[in-house]
């Protein structure tokens, strides 16, 4: 079964201080692996799509990698307005439409 | 881009009442998805529309549930019966083609 974990389940950081955060996957054949942002009580906001390993995307102080067994979120002298939940997403191969979550990792980014 | 809408944002009921929800997509979206979110959770897939037609339904989905789509513009996601373990946020979601989902801020539902 499809499944995504995603560590750690809640970060601090002070404003300027670089980090990352981890999303684990476990997938049938990775259709595509998706990061959100949520911010509470708000549907979640799409981010970045990685398809294959070696692939990166960039957006502002967000860059997302992606291997064949994880992704990383890699956040550059953060500031509070990035505080949310990050999601990690994947999409499996063979004709299901779901995507699979995980439980998001909670940033906070003091100022 | 008005984005996806979603209808109530908040509703509370008693156990065992029926309650619907609704959500519009973003215009031309031939996609749309129903997700469920409890406290501390990433959502969980319930069932995917391609225009019309229902294509695909989590095992979630008791019968209890049910979801429409006419004419492949809204969508209407019922529960009969409620009881207190289907309080949560339902996300909908919508996509042209195999473009990104793009949620709308969903609907609380609390049963008391």
């Known amino acids: 079964e499809d499944q995504v974990t995603q560590s750690p389940e809640a970060l601090r950081l002070q404003e300027g201080e670089s980090s990352s955060l981890n999303c684990s996957y476990t997938?049938?054949?990775?259709?595509?692996l998706f990061w959100y942002r949520q911010d509470p009580g708000k549907g979640p906001e799409f981010l970045f799509t990685?398809?294959?390993a070696g692939e990166e995307k960039e957006k502002e102080r967000l860059k997302a990698t992606l291997t064949k067994k994880e992704s990383f979120l890699h956040i550059t002298a953060p500031k509070p307005e990035d505080s949310a939940t990050y999601l990690c997403?994947?999409?499996?191969?063979?004709?299901?439409?779901?995507?699979?979550f995980g439980k998001g990792t909670k940033l906070t980014v003091n100022p | 881009d008005t984005g996806v809408s979603q209808n109530p944002r908040h509703k509370i009921t008693k156990r065992g009442q029926n309650v619907t929800f609704r959500c519009d997509p973003i215009?031309?979206?031939?996609?749309l998805y129903w997700y469920r979110q409890t406290l501390g959770q990433g959502p969980e897939f319930l069932t995917y529309?391609?225009?019309?037609?229902?294509?695909?339904k989590s095992r979630l989905l008791s019968d209890r549930f049910s979801a429409e789509r006419p004419k492949g513009s809204f969508s209407t996601l019922e529960i009969q019966r409620t009881e207190q373990g289907d309080s949560a946020m339902y996300l909908c979601?919508?996509?042209?083609?195999?473009?990104?989902?793009?949620f709308g801020n969903g609907t609380r539902l609390t049963v008391t």
């Open positions: 997403a994947v999409g499996a191969q063979g004709g299901s439409e779901k995507l699979v």
């Open positions: 979601a919508s996509s042209r083609g195999y473009s990104p989902l793009h």
């Open positions: 529309f391609q225009n019309e037609a229902q294509l695909e």
């Open positions: 997938v049938s054949g990775l259709r595509g």
């Open positions: 215009s031309e979206h031939n996609r």
């Open positions: 990685l398809y294959s």
